[in-house]
């Protein structure tokens, strides 16, 4: 089992909790051994007499012992009380901290990692990463979380349907828990770009087809991690100087194009909508057919095509099918109304 939340408290926790259970039962046997050995005792009178003098009730002897069998029991108890000691604390210990809450906790956000499919997953959750799922969790898309630092775990404990994994993205395992095989998508954020790298040649290596997106520190690591097979590569860092740049430059172009990529207050935003859902059988219909501006208020600025080709303000005459993806802009509330409709479409 890897080393997630469940492992770790397993380790930190129940470790202790099954050193002091074995302890229990070491004592328990020498105190068997031991009567049956000095006092002659049967099987069942000796594990009754360990029981009655390691629970320290005093019901008394079962046979009258002689100076090395009282001396036997009298180390008996000594030893028990500092091993039972031991066990209580740790059982306390683990219950008062509220680990078997937070152990229950993981197991039921693994059982729901468990049954995701085509779902995002979002290797570490500093600002870029939270960023990232602040958007992802906008568009109402599944992803999973996986983190290591405790403050940043404590933040998405603090979120109700967080799903996350504590662990190290980096080792297979914890990919694999994320269901890295399932998913659909990955983003990589770690702080370290080797990290980065690692991780998208593992993910890659487990799920051909996933779509990749990595966060980059230098500018060397960019073609390094292109070769390990990330589809597109961000360096905040560059991006955060051209868009302020860009502030001065062309100050009223960046803020619409803010307001509409979500980072205004405002509902209009961009959108990439799929077609799949309007059983065309493989027929092309033409893009005027769908009249979306005139039903939703939307505009179609781009098409996708099934080979990835892109084309730019189409024509109304443009063909499209099952596989192609349609780039439109609008309101937050047309879009929705939009897939709706286009869901809805036989």
Same mark, same amino acid.
């Given at each position: 089992?890897? =080393?997630?939340?469940?492992?770790?408290?397993?380790?930190?926790?129940?470790?202790?909790?099954?050193?002091?259970?074995?302890?229990?039962?070491?004592?328990?046997?020498?105190?068997?051994?031991?009567?049956?050995?000095?006092? /002659?005792?049967?099987?069942?009178?000796?594990?009754?007499?360990? #029981?009655?003098?390691?629970?320290?009730?005093?019901?008394?002897?079962?046979?009258? *012992?002689?100076?090395?069998?009282?001396?036997?029991?009298?180390?008996?108890?000594?030893? %028990?009380?500092? #091993?039972?000691?031991?066990?209580?604390?740790? !059982?306390?210990?683990?219950?008062?901290?509220? %680990?078997?809450?937070?152990?229950?906790?993981?197991?039921?956000?693994? +059982?729901?990692?468990?049954?995701?499919?085509? /779902?995002?997953?979002?290797?570490?959750?500093?600002?870029?990463?939270?960023?990232?799922?602040?958007?992802?969790?906008?568009? /109402?898309?599944?992803?999973?979380?996986?983190?290591?630092?405790?403050?940043? &775990?404590?933040?998405?404990?603090?979120?109700?349907?967080?799903?996350?994994?504590?662990?190290?993205?980096?080792?297979?395992?914890?990919?694999?828990?994320?269901?890295?095989?399932?998913? +659909?998508? &990955?983003?990589?954020?770690?702080?370290?770009?080797?990290?980065?790298?690692?991780?998208?040649?593992?993910? @890659?290596?487990?799920?051909?087809?996933?779509?990749?997106?990595?966060?980059?520190?230098?500018?060397?690591? $960019?073609? @390094?991690?292109?070769?390990?097979?990330?589809? %597109?590569?961000?360096?905040? $860092?560059?991006?955060?100087?051209?868009?302020?740049?860009?502030? !001065?430059?062309?100050?009223?172009?960046?803020?619409?194009?803010?307001?509409?990529?979500?980072?205004?207050?405002?509902?209009?935003?961009?959108?990439?909508?799929?077609?799949?859902?309007?059983?065309? =059988? =493989?027929?092309? !219909?033409?893009? @005027?057919?769908?009249?979306?501006? @005139?039903?939703?208020?939307?505009?179609?600025?781009? #098409?996708?095509?099934?080979?990835? $080709?892109?084309?730019?303000?189409?024509?109304?005459?443009?063909?499209?099918?099952?596989?192609?993806?349609?780039?439109?802009?609008?309101?937050?509330?047309? !879009?929705?109304? *939009?897939?709706?409709?286009?869901?809805?479409?036989?």
């Amino acid at each position: 089992m890897p =080393d997630s939340a469940n492992e770790i408290i397993r380790k930190k926790y129940n470790g202790k909790i099954r050193v002091g259970i074995a302890l229990i039962l070491c004592v328990i046997f020498t105190g068997i051994l031991g009567f049956m050995l000095l006092e /002659h005792y049967s099987f069942v009178e000796a594990l009754y007499m360990t #029981i009655i003098t390691i629970s320290t009730v005093g019901y008394g002897e079962v046979h009258p *012992m002689d100076t090395i069998g009282r001396l036997f029991t009298s180390i008996l108890i000594i030893l %028990n009380l500092g #091993i039972f000691a031991y066990a209580i604390s740790s !059982i306390t210990t683990f219950i008062a901290e509220g %680990n078997l809450k937070l152990y229950f906790k993981y197991r039921q956000v693994q +059982k729901q990692i468990e049954k995701l499919s085509g /779902h995002i997953i979002v290797c570490g959750y500093g600002r870029n990463g939270k960023q990232a799922c602040d958007m992802i969790e906008a568009s /109402h898309q599944p992803y999973v979380v996986i983190e290591s630092d405790p403050a940043r &775990l404590e933040t998405l404990r603090n979120k109700p349907n967080a799903l996350f994994i504590e662990g190290d993205a980096t080792e297979d395992e914890i990919l694999m828990e994320a269901g890295i095989s399932t998913a +659909k998508a &990955l983003i990589t954020t770690l702080a370290k770009d080797p990290d980065n790298v690692y991780v998208v040649l593992t993910a @890659k290596e487990k799920n051909p087809s996933l779509r990749i997106i990595s966060r980059a520190s230098d500018e060397s690591s $960019e073609i @390094k991690l292109k070769r390990a097979g990330a589809d %597109n590569v961000i360096m905040p $860092e560059r991006i955060g100087g051209t868009y302020m740049a860009s502030l !001065i430059l062309r100050p009223d172009l960046v803020e619409f194009i803010a307001t509409l990529t979500g980072r205004s207050t405002t509902n209009f935003a961009f959108e990439e909508i799929t077609c799949e859902h309007l059983h065309l =059988d =493989d027929k092309a !219909i033409q893009l @005027k057919d769908l009249n979306v501006f @005139k039903k939703f208020r939307t505009l179609v600025i781009g #098409i996708v095509n099934s080979k990835g $080709e892109y084309s730019y303000n189409p024509s109304p005459n443009s063909h499209i099918n099952k596989d192609t993806k349609l780039i439109v802009l609008g309101s937050e509330e047309h !879009i929705q109304q *939009m897939k709706t409709s286009l869901k809805a479409t036989k």
